[in-house]
Structures are given as structure tokens and as C-alpha cells.
């Protein structure tokens, strides 16, 4: 499917939600469904039913953030950076609570990051941090995606300070595998001190691909 | 002379007696002529026959000509035919003289064939008649001719022969006598599934006698089973006699099952109904279980199912199947 075809896909989806009337159930029962597909590791399905649950809760803003944020992680591990980009527009567009835009915004850096345009990515997390404002579940996701910038622009000490801020963070659902993620972005930092300066620079575009 | 002869009674009837003399000589002398020439067939009634020869090779005039054994007559002359001849040229024409007497004993069919009286006699022409219906010849007839395998083609044929068995001969003895031969090698084999099957043999004998002693054991066991089964056979029968007592019960315990079946059916008659009042109790159940979720306190402590969003992880990225 071709970009401008996707969008134009979530766009009519969201328009024809818009025409109909919200359903609370069954944007419940197609976001759980969706999260199971993911985890199953079924791309295809997860993304209809994403898809399918943006059309029915177009008119409840949190619960269309919801939808296309994971929808934008859908489109991610599928390798669609773009469409994922649209989803998380979608977020940003709407009235969703600040620490749901924090999020998207988080995710973009994330994206930028990986397509090894730094300037962006940089933009987009502080954005994020701005959004988040130390009480939104992603905190600790938004601060490693920092650290993980900084440590590609070749600030090693300010990835560690970043990541010890993580670590920092009570512990907690949402924090638990952030705070694993801080202490390997220390370990990196770390060993990027260590180095002599011409191999201080760690490829910037290197964890673009994630292996799990 | 005369003074003699007056005196001499011994030269008395000279004149007669030297007469007598010379013609009892000449008589002796032509005798002996007409003997020649009758032994010649000289006053004999001869008739002449013709064959046709590829070749003149052991014929010659004067040759005998046999019937049955018995000499008839000669080869009066054997000439190579030319072009024009009226016969193929380049065949050879005999031509015998044949006793007329006999003349009648050889018919249209016979033929001439050469051969050797013995087997290193003179060669002869053997007349051999054919079949006794066709008429007999006529004076100047031709013969079929066929030349009878003598001594030297006898001993080419069987040279012939026997050429290509010396020639196996040879080739076997040359085989017998390598050592990597295939007779050899069959012998070396034989030799040494010989010496094989001996040993097999020996085996044979072990396993036979471990067999005796295994099917001697298995009697025993067979005996002590059987002794088993006797014992068996007789608690049976004392169990079979218990059995009959306990039929002999069966109508009394059929009865009782009958009415336990009855009133079995009756009760599951009931079934359906209960089953759908079940579902309505597990409805009713459900709608109270919700609106206790719904009231104080329970609501405080059964958390409501909530949409969410997949968490962002800070190591996000595409997806890489693992192999």
C-alpha cells in the first residue's frame, strides 16, 4: 500500500467514524484486540484492528490517541516510518491529554532518531519532555531517548546524566524496562568515554533495527 | 641231308611233327588274344552314359564304373567342355561305357558318385539307382553326378571341426593355469565356502543342542502350565456352577434395573427445563455481578477494563523476524 493510499485510508476511517456514533465497547474490544495481534507478533491484523478501532473512536479524542499511538508502533516494527509518522500526527492534531501528545512526540524523536536525523530527533524529545513535564508514563522512555541522542551526537556525559535520571524514577510499571534500557545506554556512554575520540562517535544510525 | 635222313629215324615225320608244332603255337597265340579281348569286353554289348563334373581331380579313363558292388563298366573318356558345347562351360564331361545288360538297373534318378573303394583303395565311380519308380536310361543318357567325401575332405571337415574346440581347449588351460582365473578363482571359493560351511555346520550343532536343552526346558514349563490349567479349569467350573446360581438372580436384578431406568427417564425429562433456568440464573447472575462492580464499594476495588496505548519503549524499531 502506497503512502498517500494509507493516509488517505486513516483519514476516510476517521472521517467515517466521525459519521457515525461512538462506541465505547467496541473501540475497547478492537484496542485489545489489536495489542493481542502485536503481541502475537501478527503486523497485518493488528494494524486493521488499530485501524478499525480510530474509526469508531474518532470522537473521543483520548481514545483515538490511544488507537494511533499504537497504531504508529504497529507501523514502526512494520518498518512504515512514514505511516507511523501520520498516526502520531493524528495524536498530536487532537485534545488528547498532554502526557498522551508527550508520547507521540517521544515516538517521533524516536523516528527521527532512527532515520539518523539528529537535529529532529533532538527537537521532537524536547518537545516531548516539554509535554510530559515529569508526570507522564512515557517519562522515563522520553529521558533514554535523550540519552541514547545524545550519546550518538558524541555527549556521552549527558547520555549518563539522562539515563541516571531514569534510574532515578520510582520504580514502577511503566519504568521497569526503561530503567533496564538507562542502565545499557550507561554501559554505552560508559564505553564511549573510554575510547579515544574518533571512535567516541557511535553510529548514528546504527539501532535502526531492533532485534527481539 | 638225304644221307642223313636215310639213317636217322629220329628226323622220321619231321616235316609233320614241326607243323603240328607251330600250329598248336598259333592257336595258344591267338587264344590268348580272343582272351584279351573278350576280358577287354571286346565281344560284350557296351552302351555309353554322360555326367557333368566340377572337376576331373581323381578321375581318369578306365576308371571302374560299380553298380551295387559289382563292376558294369569304365570311364571311356573325361573331357573339359568349351563354349558352345552345349554344356556349362568349364564343367567337366565323363563318359562311361556300361554293360547294355545291366542297363535296365539304372533308372532316370540315379547318380554317379566318385569315391574310393575302401578307404585307401582305387577310386571308383559308383552308380547309385534312384527311386525305383522313373524308367531306366537310355543309351547316351546323363547322370546326376555328386562327388563322395573322401579320405582328404573327410579329415578337412573334421579339421574344420575340431579347430575351434582346440582353440577353447586351449583358451581353458590358459584359464585353468592363471592364478587370477575365473576357474581358479571359483576353486579358491569353493575351497573356502567349504571350509565356511563346515563351520556353520559346527554352529548348526550348537544351536541344535541349545535347542534340545531350551525345548526340554519349555516341556517342562509346558507341563507345569497345563498342570496350571487343570487347577484353573476345576476353579472355573466351581465359578461357572456360582454363575448359574447368579443368573438363576438375574430376572429379580433386571426388574430392579428396569425400574431404576424409569425412574431415570422421568428425571431427565426434567432436564431441558432446568438447563434453560440455569441460563437465566447465569444471566440474572452476570446483570447482579455488573451492577455490584458499578456500586460502592465494589467499585473502588474492581478496576474497569481501560483502552491503551502499546507503551514506547526508548528502543522502539522495526520489527526483525529472529531466525
Redesign the interface.
Known amino acids: 500500500m502506497g503512502r498517500s493510499s494509507r493516509f488517505a485510508s486513516v483519514f476516510l476511517l476517521v472521517l467515517g467514524g466521525c459519521a457515525s456514533a461512538p462506541s465505547p465497547k467496541e ?2 474490544s478492537l ?2 484486540a489489536g ?1 493481542e495481534a ?1 503481541r502475537r ?1 501478527d ?1 497485518a491484523a493488528a494494524r486493521d484492528t488499530f485501524e478499525k ?1 480510530i474509526q469508531v ?1 474518532s470522537k473521543d479524542s ?2 483515538l ?3 494511533a ?2 497504531l504508529a ?2 507501523e ?4 512504515n516510518a512514514e505511516a507511523a509518522q501520520r498516526a502520531l500526527e493524528l495524536v498530536l492534531g487532537s485534545a488528547a491529554a498532554p502526557g ?1 501528545r508527550a ?1 507521540a512526540a ?2 517521533k524523536a ?1 523516528l527521527y532518531f ?1 532515520a539518523g536525523e539528529l537535529k529532529q530527533a533532538v527537537d521532537w524529545q524536547s518537545r516531548a519532555q516539554a509535554l510530559c513535564a515529569g508526570t507522564c ?2 517519562q ?3 529521558l ?2 535523550g ?2 541522542i545524545a550519546l550518538a551526537g558524541g555527549q556521552a556525559a549527558a547520555a549518563a546524566q539522562l539515563a541516571e535520571r531514569v534510574l532515578r524514577l520510582p520504580p514502577s510499571d ?1 519504568t521497569r ?2 530503567q533496564a ?1 538507562a542502565q545499557r545506554i550507561l554501559a554505552e556512554a560508559a564505553a564511549a568515554a573510554a575510547r579515544p575520540p574518533r571512535f567516541a562517535q557511535p553510529a548514528v544510525g546504527a ?6 | 641231308m638225304t644221307a642223313f635222313a636215310e639213317h636217322d629215324s629220329r628226323f622220321e615225320g619231321l616235316e609233320r611233327k614241326t607243323g603240328l608244332f607251330l600250329a598248336l603255337a598259333a592257336a595258344l597265340v591267338i587264344g590268348g588274344f580272343a582272351a584279351a579281348l573278350v576280358r577287354q569286353g571286346m565281344f560284350t554289348q557296351t552302351t555309353h552314359l554322360h555326367f557333368f563334373a566340377n572337376s576331373a581331380q581323381g578321375m581318369a579313363k578306365g576308371m571302374a564304373v560299380q553298380l551295387f558292388g559289382f563292376k558294369v563298366g569304365a570311364v571311356d573318356a573325361v573331357s573339359l567342355e568349351t563354349l558352345g558345347s552345349g554344356a556349362p562351360a568349364g564343367s567337366v564331361r565323363v563318359r562311361v561305357q556300361i554293360e547294355r545288360e545291366y542297363l535296365r538297373l539304372i533308372n532316370q534318378g540315379s547318380t554317379a558318385r566318385i569315391g574310393k573303394e575302401g578307404l585307401i583303395g582305387a577310386s571308383v565311380i559308383e552308380i547309385v539307382p534312384g527311386s525305383a519308380t522313373s524308367r531306366p536310361v537310355a543309351e547316351n543318357d546323363v547322370l546326376k553326378f555328386e562327388r563322395a567325401a573322401d579320405f582328404s575332405s573327410m579329415a578337412e571337415e573334421l579339421s574344420t571341426q575340431l579347430r575351434p574346440i582346440l582353440a577353447d581347449l586351449k583358451s581353458l588351460t590358459e584359464s585353468v593355469n592363471r592364478p587370477d582365473g575365473d576357474i581358479r578363482m571359483t576353486l579358491r571359493n569353493s575351497r573356502q565356502a567349504t571350509a565356511e560351511l563346515a563351520s556353520a555346520a559346527r554352529e548348526w550343532g550348537k544351536l541344535a543342542s541349545n535347542a534340545d536343552r531350551g525345548i526340554a526346558g519349555v516341556l517342562a514349563k509346558a507341563d507345569q502350565a497345563v498342570e496350571k490349567i487343570d487347577t484353573t479349569f476345576a476353579k472355573a467350573t466351581a465359578t461357572v456352577e456360582k454363575l448359574d446360581t447368579s443368573l438363576a438372580r438375574m430376572p429379580d436384578l433386571m426388574l430392579k434395573l428396569e425400574r431404576t431406568l424409569s425412574n431415570v427417564e422421568a428425571a431427565s425429562a426434567d432436564l431441558p427445563q432446568t438447563m434453560r433456568d440455569a441460563r437465566v440464573v447465569a444471566r440474572d447472575s452476570r446483570t447482579m455481578l455488573d451492577g455490584a462492580k458499578g456500586s460502592w464499594p465494589f467499585n473502588s476495588m474492581v478496576a474497569e ?16 523476524p ?1 531466525r
Not at chain 1, 76 to 79: H, R
Not at chain 1, 207 to 212: A, C, F, G, I
Open positions: 473501540s475497547l484496542n485489545q495489542a502485536y507478533g503486523l478501532a473512536s483520548e481514545s490517541a490511544l488507537n499511538l499504537s508502533r504497529v514502526q516494527a512494520a518498518g498522551l508520547e517521544g515516538r524516536l532512527s508514563r512515557a522515563a522512555a522520553i533514554n531517548i540519552a541514547r511503566d524496562a526503561e534500557n539501532p535502526r533495527e531492533e532485534v527481539r | 477494563p481501560r483502552e491503551q496505548a502499546l507503551p514506547l519503549d526508548s528502543f522502539d524499531g522495526p520489527l526483525k529472529v
